[in-house]
C-alpha cells in the first residue's frame, strides 16, 4: 500500500491564483481531512469527510473549497490565493472521526 | 471548546529519559494520541491509548493517562538522536482529532 499520497511536494503561487492540492489514500479509508501547520500553531484542521459526498468545515475552512466524489481522493482547492495561505498542507486518512489518522508527506505552498 | 496544551520545548542528553508532557480539555475523549514530525516529513502515530486505561508500554516507549487530571505523557526511554523531533499529543472521540501544538525534542549528545 501506498498509504496517503499527496502532490505536488512544492508549490508556489502568486496572489490571486487558483490551484488544487491532490490527495489520495489506498486503505478505504472512509474519513479524509485536511491541515495546514503554521510556525507556532500547531495543526489546524481545514476541511474533513467522513466519507463519499459528505464534506465539513474545520477551524479555518476560508479560502478553501474540498469535494469528495470517491472514497479515494480528497482534493483541496485554493480559490484565490493570498500570502496568509503560505503553509504547509497535510491530508490524512482514518477509518473513523475519532480514530488514529494517517499522514501524507505533505504540500509546502508559498503565495508570492 | 475542546483544546490541547503541550510544552514547547524539552532538551535531554542522550541515554536519559525524556517525558513530554501534555493536557486536554475533553472528557468524553475516548483515544488519545502521540504522533512524532521529523524534518520535513508528515506525522507519523507512535502509539495510542484508550481513555480506559492507565497506563500502555510499547518498547521503549510507555504511555501515562490520569483521566482525573486530564494529563497525558510519553516516556521515552534511553532517548537516542533519532529521537530529535516534534511530538504531537492528540485527542479523539466523536469530533475530529484536536492536536497539541507539538513538544520539540532536543538530544545532546
Known amino acids: 500500500n501506498a498509504g496517503v499520497t499527496q502532490t505536488p511536494k512544492f508549490q508556489v503561487l502568486k496572489t490571486g491564483q487558483s490551484m488544487t492540492l491532490q490527495c489520495a489514500q489506498d486503505?478505504?479509508?472512509?474519513?479524509m481531512s485536511w491541515y495546514r501547520q503554521d510556525p507556532g500553531m500547531g495543526l489546524r484542521l481545514i476541511h474533513y469527510?467522513?466519507?463519499?459526498?459528505?464534506?465539513d468545515q474545520g477551524e479555518v475552512p476560508n479560502g478553501y473549497n474540498v469535494s469528495r466524489s470517491t472514497t479515494e481522493d480528497f482534493p483541496l482547492r485554493l480559490l484565490s490565493a493570498a500570502p496568509s495561505q503560505t503553509s504547509v498542507y497535510f491530508c490524512?486518512?482514518?477509518?473513523?472521526?475519532?480514530?488514529?489518522?494517517?499522514f501524507g508527506p505533505g504540500t509546502r505552498l508559498t503565495v508570492t | 471548546g475542546e483544546d490541547v496544551e503541550q510544552s514547547l520545548f524539552l532538551s535531554v542528553r542522550e541515554g536519559d529519559s525524556s517525558v513530554i508532557n501534555c493536557t486536554y480539555t475533553d472528557s468524553s475523549s475516548t483515544y488519545l494520541y502521540w504522533y512524532k514530525q521529523e524534518p520535513g516529513a508528515g506525522l507519523q502515530l507512535l502509539t495510542y491509548i484508550f481513555s480506559n486505561m492507565d497506563m500502555k508500554q510499547d518498547q521503549r516507549l510507555t504511555v501515562l493517562l490520569n483521566k482525573k487530571d486530564k494529563h497525558l505523557s510519553l516516556r521515552i526511554a534511553d532517548t537516542q538522536t533519532g529521537d530529535s523531533a516534534i511530538y504531537f499529543c492528540a485527542e479523539g472521540g466523536n469530533t475530529p482529532l484536536v492536536f497539541g501544538k507539538g513538544t520539540r525534542l532536543s538530544v545532546i549528545a
Open positions: 486503505m478505504n479509508h472512509e474519513y
Open positions: 469527510s467522513v466519507g463519499a459526498g459528505i464534506t
Open positions: 490524512a486518512s482514518s477509518t473513523g472521526q475519532g480514530r488514529e489518522q494517517y
